[in-house]
């Protein structure tokens, strides 16, 4: 069974960064397409960032020029830098892997990721 364990959440002033990870076990992550999800208290979840086979990367408007996500295949390990955080970017945070191609206009969308991790919660104060 395909697992994903998010870390490095927690709280930090705006302007601070962050960086998480999401380790993947029973599965290599150089096979597999994965993005970067988050939920805030009474919002839907929404795709941030994505990197496909070859290494396409896509942004949510929000996070573009501040987030920037990469892949460790040696130790197995997805990564989300998180520069110049904002209020607005609390939320919890989810890893989410799918084995098959995902098309690009579909790699924000949720639907498309089959599993996915429990989360690591990010607090931005201002």
């Known amino acids: 069974q395909v697992q994903l364990v998010e870390s490095g959440g927690g709280s930090v002033q705006a302007g601070g960064s962050l960086r998480l990870s999401c380790a993947g076990s029973?599965?290599?992550?150089?096979?597999?397409?994965m993005g970067w999800f988050r939920q805030a208290q009474g919002n839907e979840r929404e795709g941030v960032a994505a990197?496909?086979?070859?290494?396409?990367?896509r942004y949510a408007d929000s996070v573009q020029g501040r987030f920037i996500i990469s892949k460790d295949d040696a130790k197995n390990t997805l990564y989300l830098q998180m520069n110049s955080l904002k209020p607005e970017d609390t939320a919890m945070y989810y890893c989410a892997a799918h084995l098959t191609a995902i098309s690009w206009i579909n790699s924000l969308n949720r639907r498309a990721y089959r599993y996915w991790g429990q989360g690591t919660q990010v607090t931005v104060s201002s």
């Open positions: 990197i496909l086979s070859g290494g396409t990367t």
């Open positions: 029973r599965f290599s992550v150089s096979n597999y397409r």
